[in-house]
């Protein structure tokens, strides 16, 4: 991603100035397949939002998902937040937006 934001703002006054969130809502089966993946709060920059799907997307099968996640037609849904800092120096933050209190929740 820093290579992709450097050739598309390369004096950093579009992206540099504010940390960027996506956060994205994916669904799995009890085999662990992806069946569903979309973005529920965008960053507001597009190709940013592109990457936290194609990382979804390029994943392997989800191994070993506990039964009790599973609703009766056997899914279940969950939220995932990306986090871009580029404000304070490039960084990067992953975690599940589901949790309450979770960093991709709250907001930065």
Do not use: C
Not at 17 to 33: C, L, N, S, Y
Not at 68 to 79: A, H, K, N, Q, W
């Amino acid at each position: 991603m820093e290579d992709e934001t450097a050739k598309r703002d390369p004096t950093g006054s579009i992206y540099l100035w504010k940390d960027r969130r996506t956060v994205v809502e994916f669904t799995i089966d009890r085999q662990g397949e992806l069946k569903d993946v979309h973005v529920t709060m965008s960053s507001g920059v597009e190709y940013l939002d592109h990457v936290a799907l194609d990382a979804f997307r390029r994943a392997e099968r989800f191994p070993n998902p506990p039964p009790g996640l599973f609703s009766p037609d056997g899914t279940v849904t969950m939220g995932f937040g990306f986090v871009l800092g580029l404000a304070r120096g490039f960084r990067t933050r992953l975690g599940p937006a589901y949790l309450p209190n979770s960093p991709a929740q709250r907001g930065y």
